[in-house]
């Protein structure tokens, strides 16, 4: 246990020591308050207030198509100053004005080939601009009750040409599904690279030291298998570090930057519990130690700094496959699909706390899964460990998949 310890030390003082470990994190947690700011930013390049309130926007209908009763307009709040005219003005009239500002913006109403065509001016055509749907509505609200009036028809008429519906969702599952889905895939998507990327540096950093020797001095001290418990428990405890820090900062970042109950469109807090909590580290935890030990094996399998992402590879893609079937099933949480996704050690860090997140997890789900990574963490470690206590000390070439499994297969060990 004390060699355990003193492993794990040290491997948290050679991470947090390193250059680019500071430079990556302040990236991050930089990136994380810009982001909280972006709001902020976006006003110091825009007027300071960016609703329409107070802009002057003169309507030109010369045809008079719309009778006289635009002058209703002033009377609905769309945050516009409207001035109706029946002059003729032309497009280079409207510019003149706008060069003036006299007015802001502008709207030219005409009878084209029997077709009512609306010109909408502004100073600054951007990218994205349009002509605003509050307008659209409501001139097209307008022409349809003068041409409705022009019938004759009673009110009970009108009414009945526009019926109010009412619409409702059910499903015949029992289990009904909980919590945002943009919150349940945005934590998902940060389990998945917390997970990834952390257990990534275990295999990085057996490699690096295998190139540097310092893994003599570490096996003449201590057995493989406190090495490679050490090392994973080691960065692990970094990782867990580096994902409280950057949930500080968002949170510090959300009460300093944005306005009060910005998010609540998009992270529905009431679901976000104590327990929920306490689930998803327990799965960052787990889902992190079978990843951390598979990019073990596959780090004590090469000698070269420049090999480790070739031998990485097929835990890779077993890693993006967990994370995808986990992903995509919460589409449809209530499936027989992601039910499985919870319980596969591969995906179930990454499925199960949304499933309880949702509330459609039940306390037999939870604890099967948890037994499930359990066991694999155990069978990982031992094959890990067997074929890492071989290969530690191997300078040559990359061991292959033959050469791993005869390692295993080894009594000797």
């Not at 491997?11 to 709001?39: A, E, H, Q």
């Not at 990534?200 to 001095?217: D, F, N, P």
């Amino acid at each position: 246990m004390r060699d355990l310890f003193i492993v794990a030390k040290f491997t948290i003082k050679d991470m947090v020591k390193r250059k680019s470990f500071i430079i990556s994190n302040l990236i991050i947690l930089l990136f994380i308050v810009i982001g909280f700011n972006i709001p902020n930013i976006i006003k110091l390049f825009t007027n300071e207030d960016s609703s329409t309130a107070g802009t002057n926007m003169l309507i030109v209908d010369s045809e008079n198509i719309f009778e006289n009763t635009l002058t209703n307009l002033n009377e609905i709040d769309l945050g516009y100053n409207f001035t109706i005219t029946n002059e003729n003005l032309s497009f280079e009239d409207i510019k003149t004005k706008v060069e003036n500002a006299e007015i802001d913006e502008a709207i030219i109403i005409s009878n084209k080939d029997n077709q009512i065509n609306i010109e909408y001016i502004v100073k600054n055509l951007t990218m994205i601009e349009a002509v605003p749907e509050s307008i659209v509505n409501t001139l097209s609200s307008l022409y349809t009750n003068l041409q409705i009036s022009k019938l004759g028809l009673t009110p009970e008429q009108i009414q009945s040409m526009s019926p109010n519906f009412t619409f409702e969702m059910k499903q015949t599952e029992n289990q009904e599904v909980q919590g945002n889905p943009i919150a349940i895939m945005l934590i998902s998507i940060v389990l998945f690279y917390a997970i990834y990327f952390c257990a990534y540096q275990v295999s990085s950093s057996i490699t690096t030291e295998k190139t540097s020797k310092i893994i003599e001095t570490l096996v003449t001290s201590t057995t493989p298998k406190t090495i490679v418990l050490g090392k994973t428990i080691g960065i692990g405890i970094v990782g867990i570090i580096q994902i409280v820090a950057i949930i500080a900062t968002a949170l510090i970042s959300n009460a300093l930057f944005l306005e009060e109950g910005i998010l609540d469109g998009i992270i529905d807090f009431d679901n976000v519990t104590p327990f929920l909590g306490f689930i998803t580290l327990i799965y960052f935890i787990l889902g992190y130690a079978v990843y951390a030990l598979l990019y073990a094996l596959t780090g004590s399998t090469v000698s070269k700094p420049e090999d480790v992402q070739s031998a990485n590879g097929p835990v890779a893609i077993i890693v993006i496959i967990g994370f995808y079937l986990s992903y995509f099933t919460m589409m449809n949480p209530t499936s027989e699909l992601n039910q499985v996704a919870a319980i596969l050690p591969i995906s179930s860090p990454f499925c199960m706390p949304f499933r309880v997140m949702m509330g459609i997890a039940t306390t037999s789900e939870i604890l099967i899964s948890i037994a499930v990574l359990a066991i694999t963490i155990f069978i990982v470690a031992k094959i890990s460990i067997k074929i890492y206590s071989q290969a530690i000390l191997n300078y040559g070439s990359k061991i292959s998949l033959k050469d791993a499994l005869q390692m295993y297969k080894n009594k000797n060990v």
